[in-house]
C-alpha cells in the first residue's frame, strides 16, 4: 500500500547543532532545508500530494509565497519538491488535488476543471485527482432526510469528474483518479458506481476525515459491494495505524495523511511511533518558548534565573541518563520539578520514565534515530519535533509497505 505526504512546508534545518541548539543556514528556507525524503537514508513516503488550494494561497495554516509559486511552475513540482532520482533514492511519485477542505463553506469550488487540468500539466504531477466538492456531514440513517446541499455536492463532483476524465486525456504519462463525495455508505458505493462506468480505474475517497473508524470501514464494505477487480481506491487524508489490513481488505491501494507528523508535536501523549507501541515524548521546554512560563517570569512569579536552571538541569540530566552516566531517577526528578514550574499540576513524569527506561530510539533502524539519540524523544523546538514526526512517517510507511489491497 503506498503512502503519500501532503506537503505544508515541513522542513528541518540540517546545520542544527542538537548540543549548542544553533542553526548556520540563510537563504531560503525551503531551498536550504530539507524534507523528509532528504533527512532520512530511506524515504519515509512513496510520494508527496501538493493542493492546488495550498499553491493559491486559499489554506491559511500553508502559503506559498510568490516566488515559491513561480519556481514551482518554471521548474515543475519534481524538481521544486525535490523528488527526482538521486544515487540514494529512485524518483518518488507527485501527486495533486483540489484541496478541497479549504473551500468547503462555499456553495461552489473555486476552480474549474480547466484550471485543474492546467495546473497538473504546467506542474508535471504523475497522478491528479478531479476536482470536488466536499460534503459536510454524514448520516447513515436511511430514514432521515437529507440536506439538498449534500445531494447537490455529490452529483457536482461526479459532474466534475467526468469532464475532468474527458480534458485530462491530454496530459501525457499521467494518471486521473475519479473523486467520490458521500454521506452514508450507500452514497459513496453510488459514487464509486459511476465513476467506474466513466472509464476510472482510480478512485479516491474524500470526506472521511471526520468519521470514525467503523465508519470508514461501513464505506470501503459498501464500495466493494460495486468495485471492480482492477480498481484501486485512495484514501485522502485518512491514516488509522490499526486498521490497515481492513484497508487493504478492501482494494485501498494507497492514502495520505500528515497525522503522524502532527502527533509528534500536537498529540498530548502518543508523539513517538514504534511497529507496536506508542511513547510520550520527554517535554523540555525552553524557558522562553513556553507561554505561560514566559507570563509567570514577566509578572515576578517565577525567577528567571531559577527556571533557566531548572531548564538545564533536565537537559543534562536525560541526556546524561541515556548516555549510561546518571541515573533515571534522577532525571525523573529533574523532569517533575521543572513541570509544576510550566505547568502546573500536570505530571507525565510516569509517561517520561516508560519512554526514557525502554530507549525505543535505540531500536529504530531509521538514520534519524540513529543520528539523534535521545534528542528524538525530547519535546522540544522544531527541529526536534519535526524530526520525530518524520520518524513517525518512516514508520507508517514500513507497515503500509508489507500491506498488499485485495
Known amino acids: 500500500m503506498k503512502f503519500y505526504f501532503p506537503d505544508s512546508h515541513d522542513l528541518v534545518d540540517p546545520s542544527f547543532d542538537f548540543e549548542s541548539e544553533q542553526r548556520t543556514y540563510n537563504g531560503s528556507r525551503q531551498r536550504s532545508q530539507q524534507y523528509a525524503h532528504e533527512a532520512l537514508d530511506e524515504p519515509p513516503y512513496d510520494g508527496m500530494l501538493l493542493s492546488k488550494a495550498v499553491v493559491d494561497g486559499r489554506n491559511k495554516n500553508t502559503r506559498y509565497s510568490f516566488g515559491q ?3 514551482l511552475m518554471d521548474n515543475g513540482i519534481h524538481k521544486f519538491l525535490r523528488l527526482e532520482a538521486t544515487q540514494q533514492r529512485a524518483r518518488l511519485s507527485a501527486m495533486g488535488d483540489c484541496g478541497s477542505f479549504s473551500f468547503a463553506s462555499e456553495d461552489e469550488p473555486p476552480f474549474t476543471v480547466d484550471e485543474i487540468v492546467d495546473f497538473y500539466g504546467q506542474c508535471g504531477f504523475d497522478l491528479g485527482i478531479s476536482l470536488d466538492h466536499v460534503i459536510l456531514g454524514y448520516q447513515p440513517d436511511p430514514k432521515k432526510e437529507i440536506p439538498d446541499d449534500w445531494k447537490r455536492r455529490h452529483q457536482m463532483t461526479l459532474d466534475l469528474a467526468a469532464e475532468f476524465r474527458n480534458k ?9 483518479l475519479g473523486a467520490a463525495q458521500g454521506w452514508d455508505p450507500a452514497s459513496y458505493r453510488d459514487a464509486v458506481q459511476n465513476l467506474q462506468k466513466m472509464g476510472y480505474d482510480y478512485i479516491a475517497v474524500g470526506g472521511l476525515v471526520p468519521l470514525k473508524t467503523k465508519e470508514i470501514i461501513d464505506v470501503l464494505a459498501s ?14 487524508g485518512i491514516s488509522r495505524l490499526e486498521r490497515f489490513e481492513d484497508f487493504a481488505k478492501h482494494g485501498v491501494a494507497s492514502l495520505d495523511s500528515t497525522a503522524p507528523l502532527k502527533q509528534a508535536f500536537m498529540d498530548d501523549k502518543n508523539n513517538y511511533h514504534t511497529h507496536d507501541e506508542l511513547f510520550t515524548a520527554v517535554r523540555i521546554p525552553q524557558v522562553d518558548g513556553n507561554p ?5 517570569i514577566l509578572a515576578g512569579r517565577i525567577d528567571l534565573s531559577e527556571a533557566l536552571g531548572m531548564e538545564r538541569a533536565c537537559m543534562s540530566s536525560v541526556i546524561g541518563f541515556a548516555r549510561g552516566n546518571g541515573s533515571l531517577d534522577a532525571a525523573i526528578s529533574e523532569l517533575r520539578a521543572y513541570e509544576r514550574l510550566w505547568s502546573g499540576k500536570k ?12 530507549r525505543p530510539w ?21 527541529d526536534r519535533n519535526r524530526r520525530r514526526g518524520f520518524h513517525n512517517l518512516f514508520v507508517l510507511h514500513q507497515n503500509l509497505s508489507k500491506l498488499r489491497p485485495n
Do not use: W
Open 223 to 236: 464500495i466493494s459491494m460495486v468495485r471492480n477487480k482492477k480498481t484501486k481506491i485512495h484514501l485522502l
Open 347 to 358: 505530571d507525565d513524569s510516569e509517561r517520561y520514565r516508560h519512554t526514557l527506561a525502554s
Open 168 to 176: 485530462s486525456r491530454t496530459l501525457k504519462h499521467f494518471t486521473p
Open 292 to 296: 505561560q512560563l514566559k507570563r509567570n
Open 362 to 382: 535505540e531500536k529504530c533502524p531509521c538514520s534519524i534515530c540513529r543520528q539523534l539519540g535521545v534528542h528524538v524523544v525530547i519535546f522540544r523546538g522544531a
Open 69 to 71: 509559486v513561480r519556481s
